[in-house]
């Protein structure tokens, strides 16, 4: 039953309608998680953005408050004050009460609110244990405010001004929220890159919990030609292309409203192998991309390969270049805008708008044909750059080709440091992977040579996130891993072919084997995944320690500190017992290591799951031109996190 309540019928109508919010948050934010928290933010952002794309605001500041509360503020026309025709309160109550009100009101409009994440101010009202809006407009300041939803004050005037703009004030609801913090790094960069998608847009934000306010200030003259300088920063340039490629272009003026559309692109090329194309509708991220990333990649393929023919550098018998040869280095950032966008896909992240892949590829079409016209010498450098990569893709498949060959010679074409079992049946049989010759020389001793094979490596393995996959495949370490598991790797990968279910990457325990697994995680992640989603990627456990009692022959094996620490307290003074610490496998004889390590009724061993590797694999990234001081700390502090299913 509804509460008895000053503001009359209307109201109590208007005020039920926020209850779902409160009840079902998550349908309207996606969570209460930390995302939902920042998404608050978001929903009030987007409305002075979307007044910004109006033409009417050049201003946006955002303010973190000691007590996790937040203020924005724009200096656009203010929400209207005025009472609203239908349902005879101000507009602004209208906009801060009613669901989904201030939607597509207007639709010469490109909007951000009312796409993706359009749920409206109001949600963002009912999910605040507070709310205070403020308007400049009409030569009023006009104030108001709630509580979870809830008018506690209606509107007032309160003072007089020539300026416009519209302020709130919200406390986010802890009974709502897991956590009302707010992280500053996703504030900033989330502001950082509306900045870039606005071109001119002031953007400043403020944390007032530090002791010294923090503010940051985006403002990009450039937009998003100075997002892709931004994204390029730490990489090495093509030759020529230090100004990015621009290109922009939208629909007629008579153009039917359901057909409008604009489109922005900038590129930059640089001197590595991985493609970053970060695409945008009405300033969403599209994440999963759609229909203007398609248009965009059509047009990019082909007027490279016509400029290529056209000018010679592509030969009759030569074939086209890739879409994946041309993207190689490639940075871009594409943004479209839209009246009313469809989104699609398992997120909602996708663009489904189909005339915008007509449009998209149009634009860029042209724009990019002018282009190369335009800078023969930058064409050429581009064209250069594909060229190499197309290289680089022929030569990998002929390497892919080649590990399959040997791989039919079975035996014959095996790794001469390989160790093999005499079992046959892959089911029942193991490998050791295992770092350098005396290690291998342990292992090999220490082995069940019937369903236990060996492979000891030389020195470090590749770090493939670094080199081209034809460099990463005519390393002979690699070579030797490929051709004794058996599979092969790319399109020839065949996870029947496998010659081990159990693949044991078996490392010392110290900085450099965690560096090593590390390195192999990544291998397998990038070149060999089903082997890892089929479970028979495995890290051995070798002891850490082994503590002796005094007079004793045989100690206890001790596998973390924590352990350790347990049994040491077993004897009250240290005399009484001996430490040792295994440095590396080689410091065991066969013996211990079998017991310890590779007899199966015995060792623990870990399974690999997809995260553990993807998180390998991301680490090595993201430590790419890092110091390799840097690199060392991370893997000692997170060579233990990498956990491991027991098996
Ligand atoms: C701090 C958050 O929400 N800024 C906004 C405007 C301006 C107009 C508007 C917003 C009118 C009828 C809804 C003004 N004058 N910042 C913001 N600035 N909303 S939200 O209009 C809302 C619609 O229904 C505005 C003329 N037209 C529009």
């Given at each position: 039953?509804a509460?008895?309540?000053?503001?009359?019928?209307?109201?109590?109508?208007?005020?039920?309608?926020?209850?779902?919010?409160?009840?079902?948050?998550?349908?309207y934010i996606?969570?209460?998680?930390?995302?939902?928290?920042?998404?608050?933010?978001?929903?009030?952002?987007?409305?002075?953005?979307?007044?910004?794309?109006?033409?009417?605001?050049?201003?946006?500041?955002?303010?973190?408050?000691?007590?996790?509360?937040?203020?924005?503020?724009?200096?656009?026309?203010?929400?209207?004050?005025?009472?609203?025709?239908?349902?005879?309160?101000?507009?602004?109550?209208?906009?801060?009460?009613?669901?989904?009100?201030?939607?597509?009101?207007?639709?010469?409009?490109?909007?951000?609110?009312?796409?993706?994440?359009?749920?409206?101010?109001?949600?963002?009202?009912?999910?605040?244990?507070?709310?205070?809006?403020?308007?400049?407009?009409?030569?009023?300041?006009?104030?108001?405010?709630?509580?979870?939803?809830?008018?506690?004050?209606?509107m007032?005037?309160?003072?007089?001004?020539?300026?416009?703009?519209?302020?709130v004030?919200?406390w986010?609801?802890?009974?709502?929220?897991?956590?009302?913090?707010?992280?500053?790094?996703?504030?900033?960069?989330?502001?950082q890159?509306?900045?870039?998608?606005?071109?001119?847009?002031k953007?400043?934000?403020?944390?007032?919990?530090?002791?010294?306010?923090?503010?940051?200030?985006?403002?990009?003259?450039?937009?998003?030609?100075?997002?892709?300088?931004?994204?390029n920063?730490?990489?090495?340039?093509?030759?020529?292309?230090?100004?990015p490629?621009?290109?922009?272009?939208?629909?007629?003026?008579?153009?039917?409203?359901?057909?409008k559309?604009?489109?922005?692109?900038?590129?930059?090329?640089?001197?590595?192998?991985?493609?970053?194309?970060?695409?945008?509708?009405?300033?969403?991220?599209?994440?999963?991309?759609?229909?203007?990333?398609?248009?965009?990649?059509t047009?990019?393929?082909?007027?490279?390969n016509?400029?290529?023919?056209?000018?010679?550098?592509?030969?009759?018998k030569?074939?086209?270049?890739?879409?994946?040869?041309?993207r190689?280095?490639?940075?871009?950032?594409?943004?479209?805008?839209?009246?009313?966008?469809?989104?699609?896909?398992?997120?909602?992240?996708?663009?489904?708008?189909s005339?915008?892949?007509?449009?998209?590829?149009?634009?860029?079409?042209?724009?990019?044909?002018d282009?190369?016209?335009?800078?023969?010498?930058?064409?050429?450098?581009?064209?250069?750059?594909?060229?190499?990569?197309?290289?680089?893709?022929?030569?990998?498949?002929?390497?892919?080709?080649?590990?399959?060959?040997?791989g039919?010679?079975?035996?014959?074409?095996?790794p001469?440091?390989l160790?093999?079992?005499?079992?046959?049946?892959?089911?029942?049989?193991?490998?050791?992977?295992?770092?350098g010759?005396?290690?291998?020389?342990?292992?090999?001793?220490?082995?069940?040579?019937?369903?236990?094979?060996?492979?000891?490596?030389?020195?470090?393995?590749l770090n493939?996130?670094?080199?081209?996959?034809?460099?990463?495949?005519?390393?002979?370490?690699?070579?030797?891993?490929i051709?004794?598991?058996?599979?092969?790797?790319?399109?020839?990968?065949?996870?029947?072919?496998?010659?081990?279910?159990?693949?044991?990457?078996?490392?010392?325990?110290?900085v450099?084997?965690?560096h090593?697994?590390?390195?192999?995680?990544?291998?397998?992640?990038?070149?060999?995944?089903p082997?890892?989603?089929?479970?028979?990627?495995?890290?051995?456990?070798?002891?850490?320690?082994?503590?002796?009692?005094?007079?004793?022959?045989?100690?206890?094996?001790?596998?973390?500190?924590?352990?350790?620490?347990?049994?040491?307290?077993?004897?009250?003074?240290?005399?009484?017992?001996?430490?040792?610490?295994?440095k590396?496998?080689?410091?065991?004889?066969?013996e211990q290591?079998?017991?310890?390590?590779?007899?199966?009724?015995n060792?623990?061993?870990?399974?690999?799951?997809?995260?553990?590797?993807?998180?390998?694999?991301?680490?090595?990234?993201?430590?790419?031109?890092?110091?390799?001081?840097?690199?060392?700390?991370?893997?000692?502090?997170?060579?233990?996190?990498?956990?491991?299913?027991?098996?």
């Open positions: 039953m509460k008895k309540n000053d503001y009359g019928a209307d109201s109590i109508k208007i005020l039920e309608g926020l209850d779902p919010v409160r009840k079902r948050p998550g349908m996606g969570s209460t998680s930390s995302t939902g928290l920042h998404h608050l933010v978001w929903e009030i952002v987007d409305n002075s953005v979307d007044e910004a794309m109006a033409g009417f605001c050049t201003k946006i500041k955002v303010t973190v408050h000691p007590d996790n509360s937040i203020t924005v503020e724009d200096n656009g026309r203010g929400i209207p004050v005025a009472k609203h025709p239908q349902r005879k309160i101000p507009t602004l109550e209208v906009v801060l009460t009613v669901l989904h009100a201030g939607g597509k009101f207007d639709n010469d409009a490109y909007k951000v609110s009312g796409g993706l994440h359009g749920v409206g101010v109001s949600v963002v009202n009912a999910l605040s244990k507070r709310l205070v809006a403020r308007v400049k407009r009409d030569g009023g300041i006009y104030e108001m405010e709630f509580q979870r939803g809830k008018t506690t004050k209606k007032q005037k309160v003072g007089e001004t020539k300026t416009t703009g519209t302020t004030t919200f986010p609801d802890d009974m709502i929220f897991e956590s009302t913090v707010y992280d500053y790094d996703t504030l900033h960069d989330r502001l890159e509306t900045a870039f998608l606005n071109k001119g847009l953007i400043t934000l403020t944390d007032e919990r530090e002791l010294v306010p923090r503010t940051d200030e985006f403002c990009y003259q450039g937009g998003i030609v100075d997002f892709v300088k931004f994204l920063t730490e990489k090495e340039i093509l030759p020529g292309l230090s100004r490629i621009y290109i922009e272009g939208k629909t007629d003026a008579d153009t039917p409203v359901n057909r559309g604009e489109v922005e692109v900038s590129l930059q090329w640089n001197t590595s192998y991985s493609e970053q194309v970060l695409s945008f509708a009405n300033d969403i991220y599209t994440d999963e991309g759609g229909m203007h990333l398609e248009g965009f990649r047009a990019l393929t082909k007027t490279i016509d400029y290529a023919r056209s000018h010679g550098l592509l030969k009759e030569d074939s086209n270049l890739t879409g994946d040869d041309i190689e280095g490639l940075t871009a950032v594409l943004s479209v805008k839209l009246p009313d966008p469809q989104f699609e896909g398992q997120t909602k992240a996708k663009l489904g708008s005339y915008m892949r007509t449009l998209t590829n149009k634009i860029v079409s042209q724009g990019l044909s282009y190369l016209e335009e800078h023969p010498n930058q064409a050429k450098e581009i064209f250069k750059k594909a060229n190499q990569a197309a290289k680089g893709r022929l030569a990998a498949q002929k390497a892919r080709q080649a590990t399959r060959r040997k039919l010679l079975e035996s014959a074409a095996l001469g440091k160790a093999d079992c005499s079992v046959r049946d892959a089911s029942l049989t193991e490998l050791f992977i295992v770092e010759d005396s290690a291998g020389g342990s292992a090999k001793m220490a082995r069940d040579r019937s369903i236990q094979a060996v492979l000891p490596l030389r020195g470090k393995i493939v996130e670094r080199v081209q996959e034809h460099r990463a495949l005519s390393s002979d370490t690699i070579m030797s891993l051709t004794a598991i058996g599979t092969g790797v790319g399109p020839e990968f065949n996870i029947e072919k496998a010659r081990y279910h159990k693949i044991v990457i078996m490392t010392d325990a110290d450099d084997g965690a090593i697994r590390i390195l192999l995680l990544t291998f397998f992640y990038r070149y060999m995944r082997m890892i989603d089929a479970g028979y990627i495995y890290v051995a456990q070798p002891p850490l320690y082994q503590l002796k009692p005094k007079g004793k022959k045989h100690g206890k094996y001790l596998f973390t500190d924590e352990e350790l620490e347990i049994e040491a307290r077993k004897y009250s003074d240290p005399s009484r017992y001996t430490v040792q610490r295994y590396g496998l080689g410091e065991m004889d066969p290591l079998w017991t310890t390590t590779m007899d199966p009724k060792r623990i061993m870990l399974r690999v799951s997809i995260e553990d590797a993807m998180a390998a694999e991301l680490a090595v990234s993201n430590l790419m031109g890092t110091t390799v001081e840097k690199r060392k700390d991370f893997i000692q502090t997170h060579a233990k996190d990498v956990r491991f299913l027991d098996i």
